[in-house]
């Protein structure tokens, strides 16, 4: 397991994980729908997250959300590398009703995003291009290549969702425990 506080000017972070976990999500970020999204990436990914942030909200939700991003973006840097007897790669399709998002994703320790669900507007109160931002963040500070694409869908909160879902179970999938691979890269190291 590991833990971190996070303090800024915007936010206030306290955030600890378990790769090894069940899944539990404790999450209080201020922000409903970004708590059940968070819940629903620690259910399916199998990790556990206990996470609470108290962001300048009176601002928008911005700081909250990717701050939240580059916490976990670390935490789980430090729990997945160095990198040995994983699968390393991960990918899943997740359907919520009409909407189909796919994710693949690299434990590659070089950070990518390619983020494709065009959608506006809001879910509740939540900006839906914060999805994007929040992913971004946690990619970026943990060295994951991540493809997060939109195949349909119209109901923003079943794109979120799913986006979210897929994301979890592309990175259990890629946590799975393989020791033939040893290190799984033809480099020697990740």
Same mark, same amino acid.
């Given at each position: 397991?590991?833990e971190?506080?996070?303090?800024?000017?915007?936010?206030?972070?306290?955030?600890?994980?378990?790769?090894?976990g069940?899944?539990?999500?404790?999450?209080?970020?201020?922000?409903?729908?970004f708590?059940?999204?968070?819940?629903?990436?620690?259910k399916?990914?199998?990790?556990?997250?206990?996470?609470?942030?108290e962001?300048?909200?009176?601002?928008?939700?911005h700081?909250t959300v990717?701050?939240?991003?580059?916490?976990?973006?670390?935490?789980? #840097?430090?729990?997945i $590398?160095?990198i @040995?007897?994983? &699968?390393?790669?991960g990918? /899943?399709? +997740?359907?919520?009703?009409?909407?189909?998002?796919?994710?693949?994703?690299?434990?590659?320790n070089r950070?990518?995003?390619?983020?494709?669900?065009?959608?506006?507007? #809001?879910?509740g109160? $939540?900006d839906? @291009?914060?999805? &994007?931002?929040?992913?971004? /963040?946690? +990619?970026s500070?943990?060295?994951?290549?991540?493809?997060?694409?939109?195949?349909?869908?119209?109901?923003?909160?079943h794109?979120?969702?799913?986006?979210f879902k897929?994301?979890?179970?592309?990175?259990?999938?890629?946590?799975? &425990?393989?020791?033939k691979?040893?290190i799984?890269?033809t480099k020697?190291?990740?």
């Open positions: 397991m590991k971190t506080q996070r303090v800024t000017k915007e936010t206030n972070i306290r955030c600890s994980i378990d790769k090894d069940t899944g539990q999500g404790i999450i209080n970020t201020g922000i409903g729908f708590d059940h999204m968070l819940e629903a990436l620690s399916h990914s199998g990790i556990d997250i206990d996470l609470i942030c962001g300048d909200l009176h601002v928008d939700q700081h990717e701050d939240c991003g580059i916490v976990l973006g670390q935490l789980l #840097k430090q729990e $590398f160095p @040995e007897n994983v &699968e390393r790669y990918n /899943a399709i +997740v359907v919520m009703d009409e909407a189909s998002v796919e994710c693949a994703l690299d434990l590659s950070p990518y995003l390619v983020y494709e669900c065009d959608i506006f507007g #809001k879910v109160e $939540f839906v @291009e914060l999805a &994007e931002e929040f992913f971004h /963040a946690l +990619v500070n943990c060295g994951i290549t991540c493809h997060i694409i939109k195949q349909r869908g119209r109901n923003k909160h794109i979120l969702e799913a986006s897929a994301f979890a179970v592309a990175l259990r999938r890629a946590l799975a &425990e393989n020791t691979l040893g799984p890269s020697g190291i990740l």
